[in-house]
């Protein structure tokens, strides 16, 4: 699925691996997802877009990591660990047994993920599978690991100390941490590779089997002609392996901690704005560097993905800065971007960018020109295409070619939650654009994204499924997101039929 081209009118599904089923207490690499790829290619789908795969960080969020090129560990599925011998069914059963199953065996509804129990469980888990790999790997595996270790250094081994650093100091975060190791000083460095030389192998093992995982999977998915679709956050959160291994990227003081954040300011939806409380780039220092931190970024994001999807793309054309001190964005400016300097660094150093541009939210004509320049799509979301009147232009009739259009993305409600708590107005209009009645909004919002012109249609999973809002990724500004999850028995065979023949009759 290399060499991705965009003016291929394509169709697709968001899900998170972490909705998937599964017998270990949320999604994963396992069996459940070439199974999740199967029902795709049976619905006549050849695009599938998740969201970041990195760890997860406050609030168990995918988009405020401890690193932006580590893959998630909560994701290494247990079954190939099990096969390999590094894990019993013994140990398996005992570590999740207070877990929901979310699977077909399991009668109790588990449509949500219990953080709080999973961590523990799985982190225990993966250290008893490297236990298990120490006394009984092969040479073969052993030469296997050392070898991706080597190649994936330049980060790994920022990101493996960083972990071990972390365990040892929990709950402080880095800038807490003794100031030898805070400020980096070799010596301490140094040190800290004897002290905690087994936790760091540990890091590196579960990122070799998380990359391993996510490899075959990938292959299983391209060899049924789907493409993987994976997000990029823009910032990166204070407390990662990035901030802390090279602080002079970003926006600090002398001590590592952030003089300005980022947020968006006041608007319509917040009269206090919202402070997201990433640390912002020192642009001026990446141009100097050649923008060499993002061609790393971009270059691994797209080892991993056919297609990546850039979170908030006005970003590089300004953004909001606001005085660390401040709890609100009221008190902020607005700083220029990297803009074109960016795109064209990556370009030069990586090619063609088959990058999908969000550029939702309060959008300029310098944010439109850059995007036309660089030529990547923008964003359109059905939900929000009927508060106004038909010069909306998320209604379908204003699109372009280069577009990729969602019923829903994971910030918003599903199709049919959106449907019960939208205005009257949107209701009735949606009904007369949409040819539609109350119960099968979702399947006509499905429609209307299938055959419109934009190339690259998605809809959310819930929404083939017609669930409520009960059932949605993320509530903006809430706790307690990101953990649903769904089961087979859901799904009526039906389903995939019908999904098909939208997709086969509007070209996709």
Same mark, same amino acid.
């Given at each position: ?115 709080? $129990? ?29 070898? %991706? ?53 540990? %890091? $590196? ?28 956050? #823009? ?59 993002? #061609? ?59 990058? #999908? ?60 939650? %959106? ?82 023949? #939208? ?6």
């Amino acid at each position: 699925m290399s060499n991705f081209v965009f003016d291929q009118r394509r169709a697709g599904v968001v899900l998170h691996p972490t909705s998937l089923p599964g017998p270990h207490g949320s999604g994963d690499f396992g069996p459940d997802a070439c199974r999740f790829i199967d029902w795709l290619h049976s619905a006549g789908q050849t695009l599938w877009q998740t969201l970041p795969l990195g760890p997860i960080g406050p609030g168990d969020s995918p988009y405020m990591g401890s690193s932006a090129f580590a893959g998630n560990p909560l994701l290494v599925a247990f079954e190939p660990l099990l096969s390999e011998g590094w894990v019993t069914p013994a140990q398996l059963n005992a570590g999740f047994a207070d877990l929901d199953r979310c699977d077909d065996t399991d009668p109790i509804p588990c449509t949500h993920i219990h953080y709080p $129990q999973l961590v523990p469980a799985r982190l225990t888990m993966l250290r008893a599978a490297f236990d298990g790999f120490l006394s009984q790997a092969s040479a073969v595996d052993r030469d296997f690991l050392a070898a %991706w270790s080597q190649a994936e250094r330049s980060w790994l081994d920022d990101y493996a100390l960083f972990m071990a650093l972390d365990q040892a100091h929990s709950p402080a975060v880095w800038t807490q941490w003794p100031s030898p190791l805070a400020l980096r000083d070799p010596r301490a460095l140094a040190q800290a590779r004897v002290q905690y030389a087994d936790e760091i192998n540990f %890091w $590196q093992f579960v990122q070799w089997q998380f990359e391993l995982q996510w490899s075959q999977i990938k292959v299983y998915a391209n060899d049924k002609g789907i493409g993987l679709v994976g997000d990029l956050p #823009i910032f990166v959160a204070h407390h990662s392996a990035d901030c802390w291994a090279r602080p002079d990227l970003y926006e600090l003081d002398s001590t590592g901690h952030p003089r300005v954040v980022a947020g968006v300011p006041p608007d319509f939806f917040s009269a206090t704005g919202q402070r997201w409380g990433n640390p912002l780039y020192n642009w001026s220092a990446m141009r100097a560097d050649g923008y060499r931190w993002w #061609i790393d970024r971009v270059k691994r994001q797209l080892k991993l993905a056919d297609v990546v999807r850039i979170d908030h793309f006005r970003g590089f054309v300004d953004y909001w800065e606001i005085p660390a001190d401040r709890s609100t964005a009221e008190v902020g400016q607005w700083r220029a971007g990297p803009g074109d300097a960016l795109f064209d660094a990556l370009k030069r150093a990586l090619g063609p960018l088959p990058i #999908i541009a969000e550029d939702l939210g309060i959008i300029t004509p310098e944010v439109t020109a850059l995007r036309v320049r660089t030529g990547f799509p923008g964003m359109r979301v059905l939900e929000f295409a009927f508060g106004g009147d038909d010069s909306n232009t998320f209604l379908p009739h204003h699109y372009e070619p280069n577009s990729v259009v969602y019923t829903g993305t994971h910030d918003n409600d599903t199709v049919t939650g %959106w449907w019960q708590h939208c205005s009257e107005h949107e209701r009735a209009f949606a009904m007369r654009y949409l040819n539609c009645n109350r119960t099968d909004v979702h399947w006509a919002m499905i429609r209307a994204g299938a055959f419109s012109v934009a190339n690259m249609s998605f809809c959310q999973f819930q929404d083939i499924l017609g669930l409520d809002s009960s059932h949605r990724m993320n509530t903006p500004g809430t706790l307690g997101c990101w953990s649903w999850r769904f089961k087979w028995s859901w799904i009526k065979p039906s389903l995939a039929a019908q999904l098909a023949q #939208i997709t086969s009759a509007s070209g996709r």
